[in-house]
Each structure stands twice: as structure tokens, then as C-alpha cells.
């Protein structure tokens, strides 16, 4: 399975991108999907994530409201709608897929396959 993560580039705060994550190999719709995100120095961190079933979504509480995370099964990929952005959203971003058990969803450890990557970098 692999994962190809991109949209992310240069935005003003208070600008939107979408960053889509393109699965193949496999059926996207087999696997719970994560975003993540990253910045030098820090540990990733979970921002959002959807389960195989399409159930509700999760979020962290630092994108919660700004952020959306869909599902196109019949496209074989993933999309993360981000609004409202800031100077603190920019890191590098990656998705992630897996099937962690619900408990684990916002753990990175729990993702079996992972994007490469694609840089958010948000002016302030």
C-alpha cells in the first residue's frame, strides 16, 4: 500500500488549503485514514482522523472546527480541508493508513502505512 500526500505550500493566516492523500495498492476503503503533522524538534501529532467505516470524524482540539476530513472510496483517496489557518498549522503533514483499533486512532504507532509528506507554511 502506498500513500501520496500533496497540496500542502505557502498560505496567508487566515487562508485555506486542501491537502488530498492518494492511496494505492489497495482499497482506501479497507483502512481507517489519519492526518498527522509534524515540526522540527516536536513528536508527530494527530490532527484528524476517519475510520473505514466512514463514521464520524475526530479531531484534534487545536483544528476542531477549521478542519475537515473526508473520503472518496470510489477516487481511492483522502482529503484534508483546512480553513481558518494559522502560523501554528504550519509543519510538515502526512496521512497515514491503518487499522488501529478506536482507542489507538490518534496514536502515529497505530498506522501501518504513511505518506511522504507535504509542507504547510502558513505567514503570519
Known amino acids: 500500500v502506498q500513500l501520496q500526500a500533496s497540496g500542502g505550500g505557502l498560505v496567508q493566516a487566515g487562508g485555506s488549503l486542501r491537502l488530498s492523500c492518494a492511496v494505492s495498492?489497495?482499497?482506501?476503503?479497507?483502512?481507517?485514514i489519519g492526518w498527522f503533522r509534524q515540526v522540527p524538534g516536536k513528536e508527530r501529532e494527530f490532527i484528524a482522523g476517519?475510520?473505514?467505516?466512514?463514521?464520524?470524524?475526530y479531531y484534534a482540539d487545536s483544528v476542531e472546527g477549521r478542519f475537515t476530513i473526508s473520503r472518496d472510496n470510489t477516487k481511492n483517496t483522502v482529503y484534508l480541508q483546512m480553513n481558518s489557518l494559522k502560523s501554528e498549522d504550519t509543519a510538515l503533514y502526512y496521512c497515514?493508513?491503518?487499522?488501529?483499533?478506536?482507542?489507538?486512532?490518534?496514536?502515529?504507532?497505530?498506522?501501518?502505512?504513511w505518506g511522504q509528506g507535504t509542507q504547510v507554511t502558513v505567514s503570519s
Open positions: 476517519r475510520r473505514r467505516s466512514n463514521s464520524n470524524p
Open positions: 495498492g489497495s482499497s482506501v476503503s479497507r483502512y481507517d
Open positions: 497515514a493508513a491503518g487499522t488501529p483499533i478506536l482507542s489507538t486512532m490518534r496514536r502515529p504507532e497505530a498506522y501501518n502505512y
